[in-house]
């Protein structure tokens, strides 16, 4: 099977700009999450949609939102940029919701974002 | 919420040497603890886990533990090799929402 994708790989903005990132999972996998990876935080989770359902939210301000499509695609948008957005912005995607049980996720490549 | 602590963050070992690095979870109902590889500029990797009803899993050269009761899990790599350079993230999740560790930068040395 093909692994999780995403695009852009790499993208330049601007302060006060707004941006949409791309997501597609593993086929027949139904969760995907969210997460941005930075030097001085590491991987923060962003959120994590199941059946185009936001189930789970981390601790991150309104500007960062999101969305998944019926074919399990997902984007998320960041909108009114900010330098510290500046990260790479991982998807993972699982066959289930995370749960205590818990399913492998399986991360894709990551979008680069500056934001100048 | 859950707080994952990561020790070391830089782990530096010559070919051939073992490798260990720790992590502390607080939430005791963490119950699933993976550990991922991350090569530079690549993607996180699963390379292995381990669920709440198990100490400890190994899988040719790579081992993980768990001591639920003082909330702590290791990964343990023997013989090293140069190709074994990467950063070690491990995860704690129990709720729906993984907590990752800082990640530790491991370096071998030929």
């Known amino acids: 099977k093909a692994g999780v994708t995403q695009t852009p790989r790499y993208l330049i903005k601007t302060r006060g700009q707004q941006v949409t990132l791309s997501c597609s999972p593993i086929s027949g996998h139904r969760s995907v999450s969210w997460y941005q990876q930075t030097p001085g935080q590491g991987l923060q989770f962003l959120f994590e949609?199941?059946?185009?359902?936001?189930?789970n939210k981390g601790n991150f301000p309104g500007r960062f939102s999101g969305r998944q499509f019926s074919n399990s695609r997902s984007e998320m948008n960041v909108s009114t940029l900010e330098l510290g957005d500046s990260a790479l912005y991982l998807c993972a995607s699982s066959l289930e919701a995370l749960s205590p049980a818990t399913d492998t996720q399986y991360f894709g490549p990551g979008t680069r974002l500056t934001v100048l | 919420g859950e707080n994952v602590e990561q020790h070391p963050s830089t782990l530096s070992v010559q070919e051939g040497d073992s490798a260990v690095i720790k992590c502390t979870y607080s939430d005791s109902a963490s119950n699933y603890f993976p550990w991922y590889k991350q090569e530079l500029g690549k993607r996180p990797q699963l390379i292995i886990d381990i669920r709440s009803n198990v100490g400890e899993k190994k899988d040719q050269r790579i081992a993980v533990t768990l001591n639920k009761t003082a909330k702590h899990f290791s990964l343990h790599i023997t013989e090293t090799q140069p190709e074994d350079s990467a950063v070690y993230f491990c995860a704690a999740s129990g709720s729906y929402i993984p907590t990752f560790g800082r990640g530790t930068s491991l370096i071998v040395h030929p």
């Open positions: 949609y199941f059946s185009e359902t936001q189930r």
